[in-house]
Nanobody
């Protein structure tokens, strides 16, 4: 079973940046679609961005132009570069496979202060 380890979260002021990393286990990483999700307190988990095996990306409207998803197949790692953060971006961020969801990792907490 694929396992995800997310890291890179922290406390940042509004307008700041963070770069999240997600290492996924398994030998088929390069063939998979991956996505970053987030869950804010009291809200449902939502898809933030996704990246195909070929590197094509899609973003939720609320992060377009601010977040960038990328992948490094040699390291089984997916990244999320987050710029121009605002308070509404505060959430726990997770990665997973949008096409075939599997067990969630622990996520990484992102807190944006005003």
């Amino acid at each position: 079973q694929v396992q995800f380890v997310e890291s890179g979260g922290g406390l940042v002021q509004a307008g700041g940046s963070l770069r999240l990393s997600c290492v996924a286990s398994g030998s088929t990483f390069s063939m998979r679609v991956f996505g970053w999700y987030r869950q804010a307190p009291g809200k449902q988990r939502e898809l933030v961005a996704r990246i195909s095996s070929g590197g094509s990306t899609t973003y939720a409207d609320f992060v377009k132009g601010r977040f960038t998803i990328s992948r490094e197949n040699a390291k089984n790692t997916v990244y999320l570069q987050m710029n121009s953060l605002n308070v509404e971006d505060t959430a726990v961020y997770y990665c997973n496979r949008p096409i075939s969801l599997t067990a969630w990792g622990q996520g990484t907490q992102v807190t944006v202060s005003s």
